[in-house]
Nanobody, 115 residues
Framework: QVQLVESGGGLVQPGGSLRLSCAAS????????MGWYRQVPGKQRELLTS???????TYADSVKGRFFISRDNAKNTVYLQMNSLKPEDTAVYYC?????????WGQGTQVTVSS
C-alpha cells in the first residue's frame, strides 16, 4: 500500500499564497497519476487538479489560473501552489494517487483563509 503525507497547510490571509506538498512512499509514484482534492463539512470532496505520469494537467474552473500542480518524481512528491487565496478556499486538502491497482489518499491538511 502507498502512504501519502500532506504538509504545508495553515492559516493565510485573503490574497496570500501557500504551497502544499504530498510525499509518497513506495516505488510507483513516477508511473501514477496524482490529484489534489478539497472538502468542506457537509459537501462532497472536490477534485481541484490532477497531473498524469507524463506531466499533463487539468484544473477545475474554481482554481484555474490561481492554483498550480507540479511533481518531482525524484522526490516522490507532488505540490500544489495556491495563489490569490480566497475565504472560500478554506477546506481540508487531500492528495490522491491513482495507479493501475491502487487508489490511495493522504490524511488531509487544513487550509484556512481568513483575515
Amino acid at each position: 500500500q502507498v502512504q501519502l503525507v500532506e504538509s504545508g497547510g495553515g492559516l493565510v490571509q485573503p490574497g496570500g499564497s501557500l504551497r502544499l506538498s504530498c510525499a509518497a512512499s513506495g516505488s510507483i509514484f513516477s508511473i501514477s497519476a496524482m490529484g489534489w482534492y478539497r472538502q468542506v463539512p457537509g459537501k462532497q470532496r472536490e477534485l481541484l487538479t490532477s497531473i498524469t505520469s507524463g506531466g499533463s494537467t487539468t484544473y477545475a474552473d474554481s482554481v484555474k489560473g490561481r492554483f498550480f500542480i507540479s511533481r518531482d518524481n525524484a522526490k516522490n512528491t507532488v505540490y500544489l501552489q495556491m495563489n490569490s487565496l480566497k475565504p472560500e478556499d478554506t477546506a481540508v486538502y487531500y492528495c490522491n494517487l491513482k495507479s493501475r491497482f491502487i487508489d490511495s489518499w493522504g490524511q488531509g491538511t487544513q487550509v484556512t483563509v481568513s483575515s
